[in-house]
Every structure is written in C-alpha cells, then in structure tokens.
C-alpha cells in the first residue's frame, strides 16, 4: 500500500461504469433503490453505464454469476477506455471468488478510479498489492448513492473531494450527526420514512499518541477471509481503518482475538474503528470499544474509534494509501490528510 500509483480524477461528463461483484441486490425489489443510486450519480453531472453482466441481469440466487463472468465483467470495465471510474452495486460475500481470474498488470497499464466497500475489501486488497493501484474505500450504488431523497452531504462532499472535483481538506472532521438506522427496502420505508440521527461526539481516543503513514482501509470480517492467501497487505508501518458491518460481541471477540494473535498489528502506526450498523450487545457490561482495547492491550499505537468510514450514514471517502497523520492525545482525535487521493 505503499507508492501506489493514482488513477486520474474525475471531472463532469466523465462515464462511471457500475458492476457486480457478488450479491445481485440490483434486481426484482431492490430494483428501484438501485436505479435511484445511477440516478444520483447522473444527478451530480456523470454518464453512467453498466456492465454487461450488471446490465443482463442474470442471477445464479445469492450470487450474478461464476466467479469468472464476474471477473470478466471487472476486467472488461477496466480495459473500456471510456470508462473513467468503476463503482459496485453493492457488497455482498464473495467479491474474493473474481481473484484468480483478474488480470493485474492489465488493470496496472489502465489505472481508473475503483470504489466500494465491505466484501469489495477483497478487490481493494488484491488490486493494491498486485496492480500496486491505490483505490477508493467509498461509497456503492444502493447503500450510499441509492440514499433518498438524495445522498447525504457529508457523502457527497467527501467522495467529491476524494475524485478531484472538489479541493482536498487538510484536516478530515467528523460528520455533525449520524445514523445506524436501516430502512426496509421491500415496504418503501427506505422513500418514507425519515432516518433518525445520533449527534456525532467525535472519534474517541482509546489509546493516545501521535502516527504518520499511509492508509490500508478494510472490512474486518472481508479483510480475515484473506489470511494466508497472496491478497493479504502488508500492515506494517500504516495507518490501519477497520470497519464491520454487523458486530455481535461474540464474534467481534473472535476475529479481534484472532486479529491479534497473528500479529499482524504489532508493527502498525494506528487503528481506526468505524462504527458498526448493527451492534449485538449480547448482554455484555462493557462497550465494543472496551472489548477491542482489552484485546489490544500492550500493543502501543494509538487507537481510535467510533470512526464514520463504514456501514454508517454518511460515511467517508478513503483512497488505499494515502498518508495520513494522526493525532491522537486529546479526547476526540484529529486526522490529517497529508497529499491528494488522485493525480
């Protein structure tokens, strides 16, 4: 994740190509929220297409098709010369099953704006360690840009200022507010019903101190399945953001655990934790945040959480590799970013 080549940025008029690597949760119900998303980007000046595999609308039940078509799908987007960025419909489980089929050095010699996030984990990884491409940890079609009646603010002005089209900030601040709330698809309650907020405290520091280093962003659960394969980053030496989507106490103390056993984390420079959608208490006395930092304790960097870059509403755009400089000695932690997320 270090000295990753830059894609190109965005500007109106560009053609921002949407494809499915997983889950095919733009068709039957869903269907809407995800023509509202394409709706959203057009809505901010871009031309839109779809992959061929996206646009046929197959479906093979929880997957679009094999693990190769979806590649395909990937790999032809990257080599369309008038694609200038390419975005997910959503996550899913199995984004990783594109990896043995993807060509790296192509994507390398065709470098354009990559975004998503959660199970796209797996191609943010394996696309920065292989095509040494830094790619965007952002907004997908449904969750993010499918927002109605359009997308959030703080969104929007983050991923615009990620892609070029708006001046970067020196310092990254949190969002004034923010939402864990799911509306439900299937009643149209995501269109009627107003999403509930949370006044946003900051990013709480749980352990202090100072760090400088380039960003590896990931989604917990994603980022295990990739233990011991060729995909896995190097985390030494980086500012690392974990994020999950459901966090049920058990499991977070399962693959916290296992996080820490390995020892990838002992030569980090700081931890980042997003905010989880949904947060399973299972009766435990003590927060989420308390059951990582017992886990953790004794490794000496600093450690952040509450972090609004994730499964939570509105989130923040993130580019692999981007250096960044945190700092951690006061309550809330201050984050800087350090050079442009694209050239």
């Known amino acids: ?36 998303g394409l709706a959203e980007l057009r809505r901010l000046g ?42 997910s419909t959503i996550g899913g489980s199995n984004s990783a099953s594109l990896l043995p089929y993807l060509d790296f050095q192509a994507i390398r010699a065709h470098p354009k704006i990559f975004c998503g996030y959660s199970d796209v984990t797996s191609l943010h990884m394996a696309i920065g ?19 109605f009646p359009h997308l959030l603010s703080y969104s929007e002005n983050s991923f615009l200022r990620a892609v070029g ?9 949190p969002p004034e507010r923010w939402s864990r709330q799911i509306r439900d698809i ?12 949370i006044d946003n405290s900051g990013w709480m520091v749980g352990y202090p101190g100072q760090a400088e280093g380039p960003a590896v962003v990931a989604n917990l659960n994603t980022l295990l399945t990739l233990m011991g394969t060729p995909y896995f980053p190097e985390l030494k030496g980086k500012i690392v953001v974990l994020e999950e989507m459901e966090a049920s106490m058990s499991q977070q103390e399962r693959r916290w655990t296992q996080l820490r056993q390995t020892g990838v984390l002992d030569d980090i420079q700081a931890l980042l934790v997003g905010k989880p959608e949904v947060l399973k208490t299972e009766g435990a006395p003590f927060t989420l945040n308390e059951l ?10 600093p450690r952040v959480y509450d972090f609004d870059c994730g499964h939570t509403s509105p989130m923040l755009t993130l580019a ?21 997320m694209v050239r």
């Open 1 to 36: 994740m270090e000295n990753l080549i830059k894609p190109p940025r965005l500007k109106r008029g560009d053609t921002i190509a949407v494809f499915t690597p997983s889950s095919p949760a733009h068709l039957g119900i869903f269907r809407e929220k995800y023509q509202h």
């Open 46 to 87: 871009f031309k839109v297409i779809e992959g061929s595999l996206t646009a046929s609308q197959r479906t093979q039940g929880y997957r679009t098709a094999s693990g190769r078509d979806r590649a395909a799908e990937l790999m032809e987007l990257f080599l369309n010369p008038q694609v200038r960025a390419i975005f």
């Open 129 to 147: 360690k292989l095509a040494g491409l830094s790619t965007l940890y952002g907004p997908a079609i449904m969750p993010t840009f499918g927002e």
């Open 165 to 173: 089209m708006l001046p970067p900030e020196k310092e990254i601040a």
């Open 186 to 197: 299937t009643s149209g309650a995501w269109k009627t019903e107003a999403r509930t907020y």
């Open 292 to 301: 990582i930092e017992d886990i953790l304790v004794g490794l000496p960097f």
């Open 320 to 340: 692999q590799g981007t250096p960044l400089r945190l700092d951690a000695n006061g309550e809330c932690a201050r984050l800087f970013q350090l050079d442009a």
